[in-house]
C-alpha cells in the first residue's frame, strides 16, 4: 500500500482569495427570501450564495467541499445572529432584570422553543442544551443510566455507532456490572434490524442506535426499533446528528425516550448541541453538573434542585451559539427540510453512481434502489492507495476537501476488515458539479499512484 511517506506536504495559505461567484449566482439572493427561481437552478445552486465560505480558491483551485458529516458550513444570517448578539445585547441570561439580560433571555429560551417546534417536541422543556452531542449522551449515561442500570442489564447497540454512542455506555457498564450487546451488519451491509429485535429480552434496559449512519449512510426505521424495545420495556436513546440536519425528524413518531444532535451539523455554530428527552424522564434525572442556575434553593449541608431543563444546564450557558443554532433552524425552515431531503436522495444517488465509475473501488454501506435510501454521504477505499494519501493529494492538488480516516466508528472499521475509509458527505448547498469534480479529481489522483506500479 503506498504512503505519501517523505512527501512534503504543502501549508494552506494564511488568506483564500475569494472566489467572485459564477455568472449564474449573480441574480441569486437568499434562500429565505428568493422569489420564484428558473426551474433549471437546483437548490444547491439557490442556496450556495448564502455561504461566504464556499466562494474560495485553496491550493489555486476552487474550494469543493464535501466534509459536511464532519461540521457544516454557516450561512450569512446565522452569522449575523452571532454579530448582533455580541455588539447588541451580550448579557448573561436569566440572572438579571435590566434591558440587556431581558433581551438575551428572551432569544435564548426562543433558540429552545425553535428547536422544540422543529424535532415536534411536545413541550420546549422537554429540549436541554449542551455542549454537543458528546456531553448528551453522557449526561443521559450519568444522570439516567446509574440511576436505572443495574448488573447483569443489558444495553443493546449496534457496531455502526459512533464512539461518542458507545464509550460513556462502556463507563456504565464498568461502573454497574451491565453487559453491552451489538448487533452486526447485514448482507445489505448495513445494522441487522431484524436481528436487533431477536436480541431484545426484559433483561435489555436501553437501546442505543443511529438514526443515519455516518459511515454507511444507511437509515434505520427509528419508529420500528422503538416500537418493538418499549414492548419489553426497554427506552431507546437515538443519535441524530446525521438526520436532523437533513430531513425531517419528529421526536413524537418516532417515539425514542432520548434523542442528540450537534448544531455545527446543521448549520450552526460550533460549541452547542442538545438532549431531547420525554418530560417524565427528565424530571426523574438527578443534575449533571452542580453550580449556579441548576439549583432552586442552595443551604450549608444540602441543595434543592431546578426543574428541567434548568436542573441540566449549569453555570453560564452557550448564549451566542444557541441563539446561533435558533438562527440556523429559521434558515432552513425558511427552506424546508422535506425539500432538502428530497434534493439530498437524487444528490446522494448521483454520487454513489459517480463513484461505482471508479476503479477498483469500494464503497460501504447499502446500494441505492427505488426502495433504499442512502444519506449523501459515501465512505469508500481505492484498492492499494491508503484513504489519507487520497485526501492529502485531492486536497492539494484539486481543492476537494473530503474526510480519511476511522470517523469514530472504529469497531465498525474493524467489522468491515479495514483500517480507515476515506468519505465524501454532502449537503443541501452542494450541486451535481461538485460531485463532478470531485470524480475528475478523484480519478485523476487514482492514476498518479496508479503510475507508480
Not at 207 to 224: A, Q, R
Amino acid at each position: 500500500m503506498m504512503t505519501l511517506e517523505g512527501v512534503a506536504l504543502k501549508l494552506p495559505p494564511y488568506s483564500f482569495p475569494l472566489i467572485r461567484p459564477r455568472s449564474c449566482r449573480r441574480h441569486l439572493v437568499s434562500a429565505s427570501t428568493a422569489a420564484a427561481p428558473p426551474a433549471s437552478l437546483s437548490l444547491g445552486h439557490l442556496t450556495r450564495p448564502d455561504f461566504p465560505i464556499l466562494h474560495q480558491e485553496v491550493y489555486g483551485s476552487r474550494l469543493v467541499y464535501l466534509d459536511n458529516a464532519a461540521t457544516s458550513q454557516k450561512p450569512i444570517t446565522v452569522l449575523k445572529s452571532l454579530q448582533e448578539y455580541y455588539q447588541g445585547y451580550n448579557s448573561n441570561v436569566h440572572r438579571g432584570i435590566h434591558f440587556l439580560s431581558s433581551k438575551a433571555t428572551m432569544e435564548y429560551e426562543l433558540a429552545r422553543k425553535k428547536i422544540s417546534e422543529f424535532i415536534n417536541a411536545s413541550d420546549s422543556r422537554e429540549i436541554v442544551f449542551t455542549r454537543n452531542a458528546t456531553e448528551a449522551i453522557n449526561l443521559v449515561a450519568h444522570s439516567w443510566g446509574l440511576q436505572n442500570i443495574k448488573s447483569d442489564d443489558e444495553i443493546l447497540l449496534t457496531v455502526a455507532e459512533h464512539h461518542s454512542a458507545i464509550v460513556p455506555w462502556q463507563l456504565v457498564a464498568q461502573k454497574t456490572g451491565a453487559i453491552l450487546k451489538f448487533v452486526e451488519l447485514n448482507e445489505d451491509g448495513v445494522p441487522d434490524v431484524e436481528k436487533l429485535k431477536d436480541m431484545l429480552s426484559r433483561k435489555t434496559k436501553l437501546v442505543v442506535v443511529h438514526h443515519v449512519s455516518n459511515v454507511l449512510g444507511s437509515v434505520l426505521p427509528i419508529e420500528d426499533i422503538t416500537c418493538c424495545a418499549h414492548d419489553v420495556g426497554a427506552k431507546v436513546l437515538v443519535d441524530a446528528c446525521q438526520s436532523v440536519p437533513h430531513m425531517v425528524v419528529d421526536v413524537q413518531n418516532l417515539n425514542a425516550d432520548f434523542l442528540v444532535a450537534s448544531s455545527h451539523k446543521m448549520c450552526g455554530p460550533t460549541g452547542i448541541g442538545f438532549l431531547y428527552g420525554k418530560s417524565d424522564l427528565l424530571s426523574s434525572m438527578p443534575p449533571f453538573l452542580g453550580g449556579g442556575e441548576m439549583i432552586s434553593d442552595v443551604f450549608l449541608d444540602h441543595s434543592t434542585y431546578a426543574e428541567p431543563p434548568s436542573r441540566f444546564e449549569a453555570g453560564t450557558p452557550a448564549i451566542g451559539e444557541a441563539i446561533g443554532l435558533g438562527a440556523a433552524i429559521d434558515y432552513l425552515s425558511g427552506i424546508g427540510m422535506q425539500k432538502i431531503h428530497e434534493y439530498e436522495i437524487e444528490l446522494a444517488k448521483y454520487l454513489y453512481d459517480s463513484l461505482c465509475t471508479i476503479p477498483n473501488i469500494h464503497i460501504y454501506g447499502p446500494v441505492p434502489s427505488e426502495n433504499i435510501h442512502r444519506a449523501a454521504l459515501c465512505s469508500f477505499n481505492v484498492e492499494n492507495i491508503h484513504p489519507t494519501d487520497l485526501a492529502t493529494l485531492l486536497d492539494q492538488e484539486h481543492g476537494v476537501a473530503i474526510r480519511s480516516g476511522h470517523h469514530c466508528a472504529q469497531p465498525l472499521h474493524r467489522h468491515l476488515g479495514v483500517g480507515s475509509s476515506a468519505r465524501a458527505s454532502l449537503y443541501f448547498y452542494n450541486t451535481r458539479e461538485d460531485v463532478d469534480d470531485f470524480i475528475h479529481a478523484l480519478n485523476d489522483t487514482v492514476r498518479f499512484f496508479n503510475s507508480f506500479k
